[in-house]
DNA sequence: TTGTAGGCGTTATCAC
DNA sequence: GTGATAACGCCTACAA
């Protein structure tokens, strides 16, 4: 079958004793050729074992029918589904998805540089996590196409698909402050400068201001959405926490689950003497007990959406920029201590 | 700074006064330059905003610094951790990383031919999650540098990467007949031609000989490995599964983790009335309430090492091929019912 | 329907 | 040190 010498469009040629034009036809625009040739064309292809050299054809046709996508990290479900999302959707429109992640020291802003550098995509798919100018600068003169996730760049020209993060975590704070009675609030973040951190963090002190609740700045924590470090840090405080009327708000489920377990551990009930919350309604939200109340935040979709945008920005380069917006949706279970409520059906 | 129109290295020569090749050896810093040229092209660079044309150069160099990696599946954390792996040693050599997974109807083994087909790859790292002969075939023909995940390929002419799932669940099933006395063993595993399934499957028999243990075998199942799916049988025959000496081997964490939760809804007392393990030691094992025992399957470093593999053979592909074979250990939490064993602290 | 020839942007091999 | 020039493998007018 295949020789192990790179066999070219000209050895089939050869072969079929036509012409490397010919052969290109059978390969790109099969209607045009000889119906006997063509035949006579696949057979040398097979026989050579002959695949197309995709350097030279994408040298020609300027594309790769790869995009990027470009991470923060890759730790966790959250990341894990907006892959999986972004992967189908990419196979879809017959694109290869090429990922990347920010690692250790480097940030995104100089993978977004390597990115475009010597590279082979035909566009990029970025999630940033946060804002910093040098990010900023690095969006606003990318010179592939490129698409957004999940980051509100003002003014920005490009194309993106967000979350109403907002809204969700507005709704999440008014159910628990309305259905569950909560009135005092520890918050557990992310990074300070973490956008979603920062999204979360203004619906709360959004509500907090609406219901007339006090905001205490003690209670207010920034970690890295990490269960250990969640756990690590209720364990040590779990007990100051507690009391009637009394939640935790976590940014994200992996950390409300860590704070279930360590008051659980330290003999605090979950909801009644400490209630919990969490956010994106990945599994773990399910599996923790008791089951958490969090906000559904549709990821693969997310990561499905961008994807999309990508390739119709490639397709038609100067489309007026889009911007898709998600809604997330509140998922009510029994960690927040509200009595009775099922949205919707448990596993 | 970047004009819209591609610039070329003929953009640059022109405006630095210089030739192609200089610019081009200013590039790739391979022979000396002159310093006042040097800087001169440089500037020429800036200015223009050139960069580099990728494909141009991969059909010179004939490689793209890029490689494949290829799953059976994006959901869960088994996958998410070797993916994690795989990108962070591949950043680490220098390479891209360009991620698949089968989907719906379409097999690996489609994939496979997709991959080398018209493809800028320099090489393939693939898991097969069965060995089916299309696939064996696809792999057997294929065309790349080539590393193989997880599966055991007789006399397979390819690197490999595999975990001794025969001696983790070997381990695992001796944990549970001697240090915690099972006597009937429920055993819960994927598809019946899942590669890893059969492994454990074949531990389990094996050790059920060695104890004198009866095989029963509607006590075996084969499920997808999924959370729901085996919270939903659990939900209907946990009942009739509750005894002394009674315990379920799950083959993932997850389906293990939907058993103990079934069990827990069920009023069955875990691990007192009904003893649960699992398999791969992924986060859920830990966060599970009892923490299941399990053995821990080191995922990212199966990615990270298949990657290593991989761009070995790239940069030197006569070496002869080589297989590494990675431990799994056995980890003890409660969820199995032996007495006070415990291995390792637990978050 | 098929062949010829030019060009895509690099790198490599020579000369100078 | 630097500059022509020939590959690399493919696509696509244009000509036949």
Redesign the pocket.
């Known amino acids: 079958m295949a020789g192990s010498m ?1 066999v ?3 050895d089939v040629a050869k072969k079929a ?6 052969v ?2 059978v ?3 099969r209607q ?3 119906e ?3 035949v006579r064309v696949e057979q040398a292809i097979r026989d050579l074992g ?4 995709a ?3 994408g ?3 300027r594309r790769s029918e790869m995009i990027g996508l470009l991470l923060p990290d890759l730790h966790g479900e959250f990341y894990s589904e907006i892959i999986r999302g972004a992967n189908a959707q990419a196979r879809e429109l017959g694109y290869n998805l090429v990922l990347s992640s920010a690692r250790d020291g480097d940030d995104s802003h100089a993978l977004l540089r390597a990115m475009q550098q010597r590279t082979l995509l035909d566009g990029v798919a970025v999630m940033v996590s946060e804002l910093t100018d040098r990010i900023q600068e690095a969006l606003a003169g990318f010179a592939l196409p490129l698409c957004v996730l999940d980051a509100e760049v003002d003014g920005s020209p490009h194309d993106s698909v967000v979350i109403d993060q907002r809204q969700g975590a507005v709704a999440l704070m008014r159910h628990v402050t309305q259905r569950a009675g909560w009135r005092r609030i520890i918050f557990v973040g992310g990074h300070e400068t973490n956008v979603d951190t920062i999204a979360r963090l203004e619906a709360y002190l959004q509500v907090l201001a609406e219901r007339d609740l006090p905001l205490v700045p003690g209670d207010v924590y920034h970690l890295d959405y990490q269960y250990d470090t969640a756990y690590a840090l209720a364990a040590e405080r779990v007990r100051s926490w507690a009391g009637p009327g009394h939640g935790v708000f976590a940014a994200n489920d992996e950390m409300a689950a860590g704070i279930v377990a360590a008051a659980t551990a330290a003999g605090v009930a979950v909801p009644q003497e400490l209630a919990v919350v969490g956010f994106d309604d990945t599994r773990i939200a399910r599996m923790t007990r008791p089951p958490l109340t969090t906000v559904r935040v549709p990821m693969a979709k997310m990561g499905a959406r961008a994807v999309e945008l990508l390739c119709q920005r490639i397709a038609e380069p100067q489309r007026p920029p889009t911007r898709i917006s998600l809604q997330p949706e509140l998922i009510a279970r029994e960690s927040c201590g509200a009595p009775g409520v099922r949205l919707r059906a448990q596993a």
């Open positions: 790179p070219s469009i000209a004793r036509v012409s490397i034009s010919t290109s036809r390969l790109n625009r045009l050729v000889n006997k040739t063509r002959y695949r197309p050299n350097f030279a054809r040298l020609m046709l």
